[in-house]
């Protein structure tokens, strides 16, 4: 997915803070990485996976993405690894797994 | 032409806020402070003003609720007192931080407890760092002055910030005086329309109250102080501007027969008039005697308070409030503060009373005064002495 640029706020001086700090860009915070602040991420394993959706309902982050095959991926651009989406699954389909230095 | 008539200072209040001709107004009603929003819903009900006069449920609710009137870049107004504004205090800082020139009236009333409805500056001084722009009031006319001058520069894009204008619960809130009213147009002329170029709608969409990691916070509120303190010249400006429609000048420090003065006696809000009822008799009886009135409390007026000083020898200061367990009362731990790298400072000498409406009156002035050069002359062992407290010898008072 594209990620609109944005000036990162550890860029920011306090000349250029907009008045009051409000956000003049609408939609901003799809920009921000909220997935580093994960220790564990969700992995689906596909072959148990009945497409019932729980887990894209459940997701309070709106980081289960539909797929256009039925099928639902984690983003984990912004997933922040609650899950709520391995607990919720009937079919066990998502699994959370610690995360490794890469 | 302005108009003389005979109002209490709530109800000039409720008169600059209607000229103001707000748009919203959210308040809780509290002792003393009743009669504003009380005049106010009369004004909308009656047809008075065009506004939306909304009643909630708390003073918690009337802050949240003029936040969101600000929001949308409505002129919005409300009013508090005692412990309504401690209930608000949260949402006050919102207001600053968000730069929404929301004015507020404080009619200022002890904090509980005991339950006290009367005057006292405690509630105030909680406020203190909220980042407000705040405004002390000594008679009616400078309520209804204060308030129309507050949305003036509150508004003003080189300032954009919400003011809270202080009159002393009763002694003004409930005192009826004449004063003198503008003209519609003469209001008109000082007050242009408020525009907010960030205001919430639908085809420029913004966030107010995001969320501050810490690698921004600190240049947001960095921001906000330089801002605050850079108000100032548009403050004075707005003074000027009012002296030159309204005939009525005022200052961020107002001083009363201080030349030549030796001793200033310093006082905020309406115990000034009784101060300078006293300098008055002093200056009679041949006594090198002033006042000085801090008017503008935030931000504070560092050099004009400096400047008015130069060549006193004492300052004796009544604080109605106490910092428990501090340095002593609010403003006079500021006033010793401001001038800690002063040369030939004179001294500060710190007094406590008007608490809970106790009566503070020419005879306590008086003795302020006297111990005051007194100590000046002497030093002390206390970092300041009550006054009028039963029980406590005179001329003793709190040890650091």
Known sequence: MARKELTNPADVAWQDVELGAVVTTPGSASVRRTGDWRTEQPVLHKEKCIKCGLCWLHCPDAAIIPLDDGYFEPDLYHCKGCG????????????MVEEVEQ | MSKRVVLEASHAVAEAVKMADVDVVAAYPITPQT????????????????AAYIPVESEHSAMST???????????????????????????????????????????????SPISIWCD???????????????FCQNNQESFDMTLWAFRVGEDPGVMFPVMVNLDGFTLSHVT??????????????????????ALRPEAPTSHGGFGL???????????????????????KGWKEFADIFGREYKAVETYRADGAKTLLVTMGSLGETAKMVVDSKREKGEAVGHLNLRLWRPFPFADFREA???????????????????????????????????NRPKVVGFIGGLGGREVDAETFAYMIDRGKEISEKGSEYLYEPVLVRGLETGTGVRG
């Not at chain 2, 009380?38 to 003003?49: I, K, P, Q, W």
């Open chain 2, 66 to 112: 003029v936040l969101g009137a600000a929001a949308v870049g409505a002129r919005s107004f409300t009013t508090t007192a005692g412990q309504g504004l401690e209930l608000m205090h949260e949402a006050v800082y919102v207001a600053s931080s968000h730069r929404y020139p929301i004015v507020m009236a404080v009619c200022n009333r002890a904090l509980s």
């Open chain 2, 309 to 343: 000083v130069k060549g006193v020898d004492t300052l004796a200061v009544l604080d109605r409030c106490i910092s428990f367990g501090g340095p002593g009362g609010p403003v006079c731990s500021e006033l010793r503060a401001a001038l800690y790298d002063v040369d």
């Open chain 2, 35 to 50: 009669h504003i929003p009380e005049r106010l819903a009369e004004m909308v009900a009656n047809g008075e003003l065009d």
């Open chain 2, 121 to 135: 500056h405690s509630d105030v001084m909680s406020c203190r760092d909220t980042g407000w722009i705040q405004v």
């Open chain 2, 177 to 198: 005086e004449p004063l003198m009213l503008p003209e519609q147009a003469e209001v008109d002329r000082f007050l242009p329309k408020y525009e907010y170029r960030l």
């Open chain 1, 84 to 95: 709520i989406c391995a607990v919720i699954c009937p079919k066990k389909a998502i699994t």
């Open chain 2, 214 to 236: 810490p690698e921004i916070y600190t240049e947001v509120k960095f921001s906000q102080e330089v801002a605050l303190r850079a108000s100032r010249t548009v403050l004075d």
